[in-house]
């Protein structure tokens, strides 16, 4: 069964950072594209950051860019996203999600985690 398991998320001030890891069960990311998303209370879910199964690919939404760096270690099957310099505005719940995009990490995808909850805050 393929699974996505968040983790890494939890309460921070603002200034500081966090490692969000996603770990994939019942198949290799090898192939796979990964995105994380976030949802914030009364917003829509929003791209923050994909890369592409070669990870010769990477995007960021404005917000976060020079802040969050995405990587993957294909050998523990594992994503990340390094968040550094939080804002009590990236408070949400993230989601990383994976499909089989070629070329790049733009797509749709049907494979999605639980998420896990980040909150900035003093």
């Known amino acids: 069964q393929l699974q996505l398991v968040e983790s890494g998320g939890g309460l921070v001030q603002p200034g500081g950072s966090l490692r969000l890891s996603c770990a994939a069960s019942?198949?290799?990311?090898?192939?796979?594209?990964i995105g994380w998303f976030r949802q914030a209370p009364g917003k829509e879910r929003e791209g923050v950051s994909c890369i592409s199964s070669s990870a010769g690919s990477t995007y960021y939404t404005d917000s976060v860019k020079g802040r969050f760096t995405i990587s993957r270690d294909n050998a523990k099957n594992t994503v990340y996203l390094q968040m550094n310099s939080l804002k009590p505005e990236d408070t949400a719940v993230y989601y990383c999600?994976?499909?089989?995009?070629?070329?790049?990490?733009?797509?749709?995808?049907?494979?999605w985690g639980q998420g896990t909850q980040v909150t900035v805050s003093s």
């Open positions: 999600a994976a499909d089989r995009i070629i070329g790049s990490c733009n797509g749709e995808y049907r494979y």
């Open positions: 019942g198949f290799t990311l090898d192939y796979y594209a």
